[in-house]
């Protein structure tokens, strides 16, 4: 859940108000970066170094080192398991109903008949 938020935190930053700029790479600090951030997201030494350098003076895109890290920690991992989880497998069941269970919108329409092309 952090990794997400802490994403769309990013996006906020790269898509929001200019005049926010600073107050946006202040929250996302304190949120996900800073020593003992209440949705600390885990990201390499090197990458927060450069993030930590560039937050010195914020800019629409500091946090795109950081923010491409998650995207892959997410991309290989927690997608991943998502896709296996109980939650998902139960959705796509809700979701995939049988062609032969769906009830026709007009009842007169017949179902229709694939020909082959003619020569």
């Not at 949705?39 to 629409?60: A, C, F, Y």
Request: aromatic fraction near 10%; glycine fraction near 2%.
């Amino acid at each position: 859940a952090e990794n997400l938020s802490f994403w769309e935190a990013c996006e906020e930053l790269r898509y929001g108000e200019q005049s926010r700029i600073v107050e946006i790479v202040d929250s996302i600090y304190q949120q996900f970066l800073a020593p003992g951030a209440t949705r600390w997201v885990n990201i390499d030494s090197k990458t927060m170094e450069r993030t930590l350098e560039g937050i010195q003076t914020p800019h629409r895109y500091v946090m795109d080192d950081a923010q491409m890290h998650i995207y892959m920690l997410m991309k290989k991992d927690s997608y991943p398991r998502f896709l296996k989880s109980d939650l998902y497998k139960s959705l796509l069941a809700e979701a995939i109903i049988p062609p032969e269970t769906k009830k026709r919108v007009f009842p007169f329409m017949r179902k229709q008949r694939h020909s082959s092309p003619s020569p």
